[in-house]
């Protein structure tokens, strides 16, 4: 009988994994902060519009994003645009299959997949305070009426050069830091949640 395998990865944010839980505010100033460890992650190139992206957009189950901020959802898979012929394909399924099948649609035409599940780690921040969070650190303009569910885009926060995807009106951000500047961001993330602990100041 065949040993069970042992998953002996230790994610980017073991180590903070407490202290991110003890950060959690609740209420109407609410805001949680927890690390989506181990997702998969290709970075795929290809022409938009060609043959192979039509291909790898059948693979998915869904077409790939054509301008910048645009995401598409399938099944386990969501597919954010990076540049006008790159985009991130991140998933909940299997790491090796996703990207065997990804080369497989992609054939001998123009572009790459590349693997690059342990290049980044995830952070989800969620609550009603999760903007105002992000708002110490981001440049960018968070209101609904600009950045909103589906959004994705290169940014920083804090020092920290991040992808930063809203996946709902919550709001809830994920944000893709590279894995050795995850323990940075998280710290700086759980110290701009502190202030949401005590009374609104009027």
């Known amino acids: 009988m065949a040993e069970p395998t042992i998953d002996a990865r230790v994610s980017p944010l073991a180590h903070l994994e407490e202290r991110m839980r003890a950060a959690t505010v609740t209420g109407a100033r609410g805001v949680t902060l927890t690390e989506w460890p181990f997702l998969t992650m290709a970075d795929l190139r290809a022409a938009p519009g060609s043959e192979a992206a039509d291909r790898i957009a059948k693979t998915l189950g869904a077409p790939l994003p054509l301008r910048c901020g645009d995401t598409t959802t399938s099944g386990p898979h969501t597919i954010l ?83 930063l995807w809203q996946t709902d009106d919550t709001p809830t951000y994920r944000l893709f830091p590279r894995s050795s500047f995850a323990d940075y961001l998280a710290r700086w993330l759980i110290d701009a949640m502190s202030e949401y602990r005590g009374p609104e100041v009027a």
């Open 81 to 163: 645009w990076l540049g006008p012929d790159e985009w991130l394909v991140v998933s909940q399924a299997e790491g090796t299959s996703v990207v065997a099948e990804l080369r497989e649609a992609l054939d001998a035409d123009p572009g790459s997949v590349v693997d690059v599940s342990a290049n980044r780690t995830t952070l989800e921040l969620s609550g009603p305070a999760a903007r105002q969070v992000l708002e110490k650190g981001c440049p960018l303009d968070l209101h609904p009426r600009v950045f909103g569910p589906g959004r994705a885009v290169s940014t920083t926060v804090g020092p920290v050069a991040v992808l």
